[in-house]
Structure formats: structure tokens, C-alpha cells
């Protein structure tokens, strides 16, 4: 039993309130919640790793440095929420609420964020390597010297992204994607590498 936790007989709890419980650094993998207020808690270096977490509210959570990678976080909150420098390699993400949140130079590659609310979120020099950007909001979001190479953007909403020193891939240039978008002649376009055989 993962220490805090003692009072709960099992790991899959719903609408359950964790307040007042010191959960950074801790071994939270795998862990099953549905619906719990994680709100505002501190979660820093905590390891999430394959958690389902779906509906769970993290809204202004500090999550510093934790480890999400292939964490299901479909339709959680994450409003305001405190993940910089945060692992999250293949997370599904999936009309999660992100808004405004930090997630400056997050491990973010190959993690999916489709219809997700990325609504002024500081991902500046975040790894975004084949993420799945579709349908999400990315309105006034920062991608400053972020990682974008093979993401994918279908019907983004990109309005008044900074993008200045992203990387992305050369065969975004010429099309209409970041028309709306700030610092488009600042983008660091990359060619699609060639490996011999």
C-alpha cells in the first residue's frame, strides 16, 4: 500500500478526496482513479507512470518534474496546473483541459492530444515529437523553441501561437496551417532526415 494512501482499501477509487495528503516523490504507478479532486496538491517528482487517471481534476497541482509517461489523463483537468520539466512520452491526453498550464520543456513526444484545451499553455521548449495535435485548441498557447517535428495539427486552432524557434517540419512551410500564428518567420524548419541503409 502506497504510503498516505492506507485508508483506502483499493486503488480504484472514485470521487474521492486526497486533501491534505504529501504525495511528492511518490510511486503512484498504475495507480486507477476516476474522478478525484487532486487539486492544488503537490505532486512534485511523483511517477504516474501507466496510471489511469481519466476525469481526474489536477487543476493548479504541482506536478514538477513527474513522471505521466503513458498515463490515461483522458478528459482530466489540468487547468493551471504546474508540469514543468514533466514526463509524458505517450500519454493520452484526450480533451483533457490544459489551459494555461506550464508545461515548459515537457517530455511530450508521441503523446496524444487530440480535441484537447491547450488555451494559452506555456509549452515553451516542450518536446512535442509526433504528438497528435489534432482538434486541439492551441489558442494564444507558447511554443517557443518547442519540438515539432512529425506532430500532427488537423483543424488545430493555432490563433495567435508564438512559435518562434520552433522546430517543424519543412512540409508545414507552404501551406496555410500557421497562418494565424506569431513569429512564423522565426520557425527553425527541418528537413525529414535520411537514414542509410
Known amino acids: 500500500m502506497i504510503k498516505g494512501l492506507e485508508k483506502i482499501d ?24 476516476w474522478h478525484a479532486d487532486l487539486s492544488r496538491y503537490n505532486f512534485k517528482g511523483a511517477d504516474f507512470t501507466l496510471a489511469k487517471l481519466e476525469g481526474v481534476d489536477f487543476k493548479g497541482a504541482n506536478l514538477e518534474g513527474a513522471n505521466l509517461d ?14 514543468k520539466g514533466a514526463y509524458l512520452k505517450g500519454a493520452y491526453l484526450s480533451g483533457a483541459n490544459l489551459e494555461r498550464a506550464n ?22 521548449g516542450a518536446d512535442l515529437e509526433r504528438a497528435i495535435l489534432n482538434g486541439a485548441n492551441l489558442y494564444g498557447a507558447n511554443l517557443k523553441g518547442a519540438n515539432l517535428k512529425g ?16 522546430k517543424v517540419d519543412i512540409k508545414h512551410k507552404d501551406s496555410n ?3 494565424s500564428c506569431l513569429n512564423v518567420d522565426k520557425i527553425e524548419w527541418i528537413e525529414k532526415e535520411i537514414k542509410n541503409d
Not at 151 to 166: H, K, M, N, Q
Open 10 to 33: 483499493c486503488y480504484r477509487v472514485k470521487n474521492k478526496d486526497f486533501s491534505n495528503l504529501d504525495l511528492s516523490y511518490r510511486d503512484l504507478s498504475r495507480l486507477h482513479l
Open 70 to 83: 503513458s498515463a490515461n489523463l483522458y478528459s482530466s483537468n489540468l487547468k493551471g496546473a504546474y508540469l
Open 103 to 124: 508545461l515548459e520543456g515537457a517530455d511530450l513526444r508521441g503523446a496524444n492530444l487530440i480535441k484537447a484545451d491547450l488555451y494559452k499553455v506555456n509549452l515553451e
Open 151 to 166: 506532430a500532427y495539427f488537423f483543424r488545430a486552432i493555432l490563433v495567435g501561437t508564438d512559435l518562434e524557434g520552433a
Open 177 to 179: 496551417l500557421f497562418i
